[in-house]
Nanobody, 117 residues
Framework: QVQLVESGGGTVQAGGSLRLSCAAS????????MGWFRQIPGVDRRIVAR????????HYGDALGGRFTITRDLAKTAVSLQMDTLEPEDTAMYYC??????????WGQGTQVTVST
């Protein structure tokens, strides 16, 4: 069964850091890119970061590039999102995704990030 498994969410105080990880399993992949969206209740998912698989180019949403860093592991078909200087506004459910040339978009189950004041 093809799936993305996420880990690393939790609760942290404002100014702290968290690292999210996401790994693909259950099949072979021809990856275009991987990344993260986040969502708060009642609002559409918004892009946090994505990384192109072959070139390794990283792109960030909402000016997050100064605090967030996305990296990839080609051998493990995995991505990580290092989140620093977290703010209460970063509180959301974070979803990993993988865009595969043949399978289309695959979503992870989501991991909650809560930033307290």
């Amino acid at each position: 069964q093809v799936q993305l498994v996420e880990s690393g969410g939790g609760t942290v105080q404002a100014g702290g850091s968290l690292r999210l990880s996401c790994a693909a399993s259950g099949g072979t992949f021809d990856v275009m890119d991987m990344g993260w969206f986040r969502q708060i209740p009642g609002v559409d998912r918004r892009i946090v970061a994505r990384i192109s698989w072959r070139a390794g180019s990283a792109h960030y949403g909402d000016a997050l590039g100064g605090r967030f860093t996305i990296t990839r592991d080609l051998a493990k078909t995995a991505v990580s999102l290092q989140m620093d200087t977290l703010e209460p506004e970063d509180t959301a459910m974070y979803y990993c995704y993988l865009d595969d040339y043949k399978r289309g978009r695959i979503w992870g189950q989501g991991t909650q990030v809560t930033v307290s004041t």
